[in-house]
């Protein structure tokens, strides 16, 4: 896999191209690569800008000093369910009649790999004050028993893990609903005992009851509502109880899956993505090798440049080359702190909420006096913070528990912890020891914002030289401190200190968020085709994971970018891609 992928933090005034793609995130690239490996536009008509000096957006891998493996600050894996991301990596079939022998589509090699999630005999978890091993309920309905714990909950929902109680949440809801019922009652599933309910709904079948399942329940105050208009904690709260909301946000460990946003849109996820028989992979050589793959593929074709370093300030219409090209990009270029203007005739915006409201936003386009309905989509969707910190170790000390790797989960503000791996030549670990987000962002933020950072120290494999050069990447001191004592209190055991971090704060500018969720009451199935050209007579586009109904994955980005495409571009549906796969509305 090649890293060295040739970026231009120069500039050329007056530069002139079909399409502009700000963005060298994966829907940005996704887009140079299909516009471009398909013959619609040479390399030159086609030509990609980022302010960042890397590329993939939020996906980040990284090699601590000491360690031979990759970490993952953003993005870190995919399903195998999701078509695009897992055909990219993994090549597609060369005949149905062998299946097993992959042609790829990309030319980097990319080495799929099984991402680890660990044995729950030996994972932990550690709610209000109190240590389970993650399968304790499971054991305790094998020996037919209820495990209670200290949330006082409903007498029905007493002894279900939380991933049982979404379960059993969502089926009630579902078969609540006349509708639902008459319509795919064959395909979900109760039983054979109390915890085991079964989803067989497709992603076809979750859009047509996304915007018709209504909540019925007498005595409710949402009784009557559609599920797509309430928000997932006042429905969880509304079935369960706040104490029981407060069980599945704190065990299921992300509190981005239980805020209030789109119910509707919750329930497929919570099924879908987050259930127990999902599979997920990884990439071994670090998961943003995705958006080097396809960066790669398009700074093949001649003429093609990623202008790196150089930030989008505004785009206009009213310029000396306005009979040749519709716009006139403005741009800064970081290093020489210098303007300079590009010429397309289309402008494809790889770009999240954040990043959206950072332009310039009096010009034709974005002017919210003037265009309500962009304004109001725009912010339909509520940006998730996101924060991680990789540590690296001396020792997998976390081995002394028998735990090797996947997650333990608590409702500390590090929530989550996961055991990344270990290096076999000299025992240098890697740990991800905080999975901040939502409730715990202002904790953090007020530790990270201190000015002291952490002070690395040598290790086996990695000299003090080597560390020093990650100095400004370092958390600070006191961000550490908190965190080893999290860990120590979650462990249970004497936990050495770390000897180099990696720390990220995806809510920081341009990004603003880590992922994003809908909204209550937006109509998704509206948003998301307009927000892929929000103006009839303008030849601009919004791509990316914020947008789509798969937020918080890459697949989501490639979705929103491949109906983009063949929408507004014409491109046809690539081979390798098949004609059964639903990308969505």
Not at 39 to 54: L, N, P, W
Not at 183 to 193: H, Q
Not at 290 to 300: E, K, V, W
Not at 419 to 437: A, I, Q, R
């Amino acid at each position: 896999m090649n890293k060295n992928t040739p970026l231009n933090n120069g500039m050329q005034p007056g530069l002139q191209t079909e399409v502009a793609i700000i963005g060298a995130g994966t829907s940005g690239l996704y887009s140079a690569f299909r516009l471009t490996d398909t013959g619609k536009y040479a390399g030159g008509q086609v030509q990609i800008f980022d302010m960042s000096e890397r590329l993939g957006g939020r996906l980040e891998s990284v090699i601590l000093p000491g360690m031979n493996f990759w970490g993952e600050l953003g993005g870190m894996r995919y399903l195998t369910s999701q078509e695009i991301v897992t055909t990219l990596i993994e090549g597609y079939p060369l005949t149905e009649k062998d299946p097993a022998k992959r042609t790829p589509v990309l030319n980097d090699h990319m080495t799929p790999i099984p991402f680890p999630m660990g044995n729950p005999a030996d994972l932990l978890f550690y709610l209000r004050k109190e240590h389970f091993k993650q399968d304790a309920w499971n054991v305790a309905q094998q020996n037919g028993e209820k495990l209670v714990t200290r949330y006082y909950l409903n007498d029905d929902d007493i002894g279900f893990s939380s991933d049982q109680l979404f379960n059993k949440i969502i089926y009630d809801v579902l078969m609540a609903d006349p509708w639902f019922a008459r319509n795919y009652s064959d395909r979900v599933t109760k039983g054979p005992t109390e915890y085991d309910y079964g989803f067989k709904l497709t992603s076809e079948d979750w859009d047509e009851v996304k915007p018709n399942l209504v909540y019925h329940f007498p005595g409710s105050p949402y009784d009557g509502r559609k599920v797509n208009d309430l928000g997932f904690w006042n429905l969880i709260k509304d079935q369960v109880s706040e104490e029981g909301y407060q069980f599945v946000a704190n065990a299921g460990g992300y509190y981005s899956n239980t805020i209030n946003w789109n119910a509707a849109e919750a329930f497929p996820y919570m099924v879908g993505d987050f259930s127990a028989d999902v599979t997920y992979k990884t990439i071994e050589e670090g998961y943003d090798s995705i958006a080097y793959a396809l960066a790669n593929q398009y700074m093949g074709i001649p003429g093609a440049c990623i202008w790196s370093e150089n930030k989008l300030l505004t785009f206009s219409k009213g310029h000396e080359l306005r009979d040749t090209f519709r716009y006139e990009l403005t741009f800064l270029n970081i290093p020489a702190n210098q303007i300079w203007h590009v010429y397309a005739n289309h402008i494809i915006l790889g770009m999240p909420r954040k990043s959206l409201e950072l332009l310039d936003q009096q010009n034709f386009f974005f002017n919210s006096n003037e265009n309500t309905v962009l304004d109001r989509n725009i912010r339909s969707v509520i940006m998730e913070p996101a924060f991680k910190i990789l540590m690296g170790f001396r020792e997998p000390w976390w081995k002394k528990l028998g735990i090797d790797s996947g997650h333990s989960i608590t409702d500390l503000p590090m929530r989550q912890c996961y055991y990344f791996g270990t290096d076999p030549e000299n025992d240098n670990s890697m740990l991800l020891g905080s999975y901040g987000d939502m409730e715990t962002e202002t904790f953090w933020k007020a530790l990270s914002d201190d000015t002291v950072l952490f002070k690395v120290s040598a290790a086996e494999s990695a000299s003090l030289v080597e560390l020093k050069a990650l100095e400004r990447e370092q958390a600070t001191q006191l961000m550490v401190n908190e965190i080893m004592a999290q860990l120590r209190e979650v462990h249970q055991i004497e936990i050495p200190e770390p000897y180099v971090t990696y720390f990220r704060d995806w809510s920081d500018d341009p990004f603003g968020a880590g992922y994003h969720a809908w909204k209550a009451g937006v109509a998704v199935w509206d948003v998301m085709p307009y927000m892929r050209k929000p103006d009839a007579d303008e030849n601009i586009y919004v791509v990316g994971e914020a947008y789509s109904d798969q937020q918080g994955w890459v697949e989501g980005a490639f979705c929103e970018a491949e109906k983009m495409l063949k929408s507004h571009f014409h491109l046809t549906r690539p081979i390798w891609l098949s004609d059964s796969y639903y990308m969505g509305w």
